[in-house]
């Protein structure tokens, strides 16, 4: 079946560092932008990164810009989110989806064709 499958969060000090993967089953993400959203507690998902097929083009959030960087290798079918400086305030369960472009990235969800299941990502001393 299809699917997007996300790894690599977990517990890790302010200031510290982890990379979250985005790996895809039944499908290539040659010919498709990756998207990386995060839905902390009683909040609303935001969309935290996006990157175009080729690796051309990427998207952040403002609060994230300096911090993370999104990356992929196509060879390995993956996608990364390399997650700087950590903050409390990063905690949540991140999730990666796919769609034809970052055109909208972080305000047409609609239009993601497939979404992983979630990573949890928690920041604490």
């Known amino acids: 079946q299809l699917q997007l499958v996300e790894s690599g969060g977990g517990l890790v000090q302010p200031g510290g560092s982890l990379r979250l993967s985005c790996a895809a089953s039944?499908?290539?993400?040659?010919?498709?932008?990756i998207g990386w959203f995060r839905q902390a507690p009683g909040k609303e998902r935001e969309g935290v990164s996006c990157?175009?097929?080729?690796?051309?083009?990427?998207k952040y959030k403002d609060s994230v810009k300096g911090r993370f960087t999104i990356s992929r290798d196509n060879a390995k079918n993956t996608v990364y989110l390399q997650m700087n400086s950590l903050k409390v305030e990063d905690t949540a369960v991140y999730y990666c989806?796919?769609?034809?472009?970052?055109?909208?990235?972080?305000?047409?969800?609609?239009?993601?064709?497939?979404w992983g299941q979630g990573t949890q990502v928690t920041v604490s001393s």
């Open positions: 039944g499908f290539t993400l040659d010919y498709y932008a």
């Open positions: 989806a796919a769609k034809g472009s970052c055109r909208g990235w972080d305000t047409s969800t609609n239009d993601y064709a497939y």
């Open positions: 990157i175009s097929s080729s690796g051309g083009s990427t």
